[in-house]
């Protein structure tokens, strides 16, 4: 709904008004596209080498984790933690912007934000009233575009003026932002929801006593939904597509970015959608793309927390239980094709130059996905890392260099994208030079084992103090599931990163640092 | 969109939401056999009922001081092998001199960042990261700090770069000049984004261009700071008799005070006084301000005046008020928002601040033809809560929304321990926290009402636009009669030849 996410960059040196401008440039963009830029966090085995002291943590946390799956389908993870009495809860569900129709843009989003709205009986003071000035509303509104579309405009003027008395009307039974209210009325913090390419994630926190109040609220809030004050929240996402693209420059590079890196697969399509597409989005599109993609077996819940688990068991039969089974949805089955020449593009704007470069990769089912990680880490993670000591520290030609890998998501094949602020007075070009010298010789010539020691603990290490949070370990688990078909994954995933090698390393950018599998798009500034 | 929680330090643009991970409390898993959970059937939630929550834990601590002067906190927590740290010195950016202006910034960046006597930038950077560790040091507009994260493996290793970064700094005259010109591509890029120029150019309307609660870093004060400007500051600024150092994880309280005594026992404070000179802050300019940015197809508004201080009596009254505004169900969100849907993000909130008077700020961003309309809206939510009580509906969920979620101040040691901290640098009271408690339960309608007429003044207020002048139709003139809107320049000084 406010749709940001932590985004890590790499620790450096920028200074903090910088990195902090930054951080906020890319995560407008990405609404709520979370666990980007680190590699997701692994597991690990060998007792030989450093930080081997962490495993039996490790083992100790994924044996507080519990399982089951209701007969309608959903599937649910409890991860018990008595630290305090609190409980984080998240609600994935496995839908994103990704599964959108052409012309649809921006529909799960939208839903996302509609979502917040309440239900037959929650937000609203006379529901079968109400129901019936909403249905007039979209009739309404179907003329409206339908005049619009015959460009007769007196007569859309009219319409419009109707919609607006209705919507007044409307506005009478609300009960505004009730749902909300409710959650943090009862002591509920962190409400909020995000929508990624790939998934959508409901969230938030309560005191562990009112473990029920969430299975009430969040089994209503998709049992019998009110995609209500429609017409209002148009309004509000239109506005937060021109704070996150229009009025962004790099939310415009980082637009076409994906248009030019993608030439068929869904993820060449803004996550919020396109004006047009919001524009004329209507109800009827919100409730069938909800009834196709949030049937229970579409749907993770994650409890993690001070609670029992036979408990949340019990409650979740009674609650989710009455959810009804759907088919499943259909998955995304067309395929980027291979791309065959270097892509470029440049954009002038008000700002300051930037520079991107992208490559496509597989998706994370892919056995080569934490090899993916470990370049990440490679090549700009910390201070050591290769691209950063060489391009900001020491050629001082980039006030900061990162990256993004997954890139719009990572359930299907995507990108991994890395970009470099120039310093005053530099070419975004001599950027691309320095990175590919640097991509050329990691396809070249192996890592020394200090470099792939020092990314296997970091991975490990950063997995532990993932553990500190409960909302952090509840998208995790979340994740992991959704995308790779267990929670076990997350675990499991650091014998891979173990098992890495430098010839691993080697081959896989060998493969992908191709110029015909390269996208660059660059930033200059417009004279003004 | 965000809204302050009442307890965390109130940031300038509070933006990113923050993962602060640490550990745990006591564990209290039940063993064996449990019964079968009873029965459950699906309820609307006015049907529920709940039990008592238990009560919070706060973790065992010590606090002792070493002859030198240092303050040391101690919270043990066993939960993960880890063990973090961070010492808080008695300084801050806004005790520079204004020709200097980001000396502080830049000593605090430099002084991790400049390596040590021992070991080069380089060589302290491999060290750390080859143990999944770190070590980072700043200094802030009000505080200066130095932190370390370690396995706790690694602990004595760690604990010993972090006490040589803190007292054996090399500031490395190349790493200095690397630091000068990520400073400058800063200063290049602050235009980039039409919030960062809403929010540094409201702190200049309010506190003053040349206040240190406002005043910009720019080429000719960078310029003018030299080596032995951080290093004198440094010697003033990092010193025993001005450090609290709170260590929380998983280690052993005798091995640690060991570690703590030999890296810090022998260190002398130096004769100089310490800076402790609070600068004091007033309001500079009053009414309406526009930065044209042709280019941008909305606006972002700031509107609001100086406000107070945490330690204020108004404070507590105003904090609920912050929930009555701001939140879902807040009057903002649900009037500006989703009713007039004229903003994604719409805000204004008391912001109080720990010594100093902080800011009353609201805002947020709407299309270039809707900035009059959003304007007053936002103004007349504001005129509302002074003119009228709040009902008493909005007490009750506002007290509800601070009281309930009083147990999320105390989700792990560290989040606990640094809140300690900072009461002890700002010179509260230890139980602060909860005497804030108190307070809400204690709070009136009237008392509210009361407190928004004193602290909140419509003549008083800054409203800054940046957006493009020749689409804001209505103009800003039409605010109010004989308006008159100052223009702001915010072309970037070029340094001296």
Redesign the interface.
Known sequence: M?G????STP?H??????R??L???L?LFLIGVVALTTAPPAAWARSTT??S??QP?LDRVAKAVTEFTLANGMKFIVL?R?????VSFMLYANVGAVNEEEGKTGVAHYLEHLA?KGTE??GTRDFAAEQQVLAEMDDVFAQVLAAEAAGNTAQAEALRSRLETLRQQA?EYVE????????????????NATTGADATRYFY?L????V??W???E??RFLEPVFR?F??????????R??RV????IGKLMEVFLEKAFEQHPYRRPIIGYEADLYTATRDDIQAFFDAYYGPNNLIGVVVGDV?P??I???V???FG?FEARSLPAEVTIAEPRQTAPREFTLA????PWYLEGYHRPSITDPDHVVYGMIEGILVN???SRLY?DLV?DR?VA?DVGSINGFPGDKYPNMLLLYG?P??NVEPDAIGTLMQDHLGRLSREPVSQ?EL??VK??A???L??????N??MAALLAEYEAKTGSWRNVFAELAAIDAVTAEDVQRVARATFQPNNRTVGKLVPAE? | MHWLTSFSLVRRRPLLPWLIGVLTLISVVAWGWQPPAAAVTARHYTDLTFPELREIQIPDYERYELDNGLVVYLMENHELPLVGGSATFRTGERLVDGDKTGLGNLMGDALRLGGTEALSADALNLALEQRAASVETGIDEAVGSASFSALSEDLETVFGLFSDVVRRPAFAPDRIEFLKTQYRGSIARRNDNPDDIASREFYKLIYGDNSPYARTIEYQTLDAISRDDLVAFYRTSVRPDQMILGIVGDFDPAQMKALIADAFGDWEAPAAPPLTQVPDARQARTGVFLVDQPQLTQSYVQIGHLGGQLSEPDYVPLAVLNEVLNGFGGRLFNEVRSRQGLAYVVYAYWAARYDYPGIFMGGGQTRSETTVPFIQSVKREIAAVRDRPITDDELARAKDAVLNSFVFNFQNPSQILSRLIRYEYYGYPSDFVFQFQRGVEATTVSQIQAAAARQLNPDDLVILVVGNKAAIQPPLETLAPNMTVTAIDISIPEADA
């Open positions: 406010f940001f996410s932590w985004f620790f040196a920028l200074p903090k008004a910088l902090r401008s951080h906020r440039c995560v450093p930080g002291s962490v943590y018990e008595h630290q305090a009495p609190v917040f009986r929650i506005a505004q932002n009730k749902y909300g209210q409710i959650v943090e009325q009862a002591g509920g913090v962190g409400l926190s005191p562990s006593n009112k029920e109040l299975m009430s609220l089994s209503e004050e017409y209002e929240e148009k309004d509000v996402i239109l506005e937060e021109r704070m229009d009025n962004s420059p029992n036979r408990e068991r019990a409650m039969e009674a609650y009455r704007l008000p700002s300051q910390g201070r050591t000591k520290e001082q006030l602020l310093a005053p200090e020691d020092r603990t970091q490990r290490a950063g532990l103090r993932r553990l500190d949070s909302s952090g003004s």
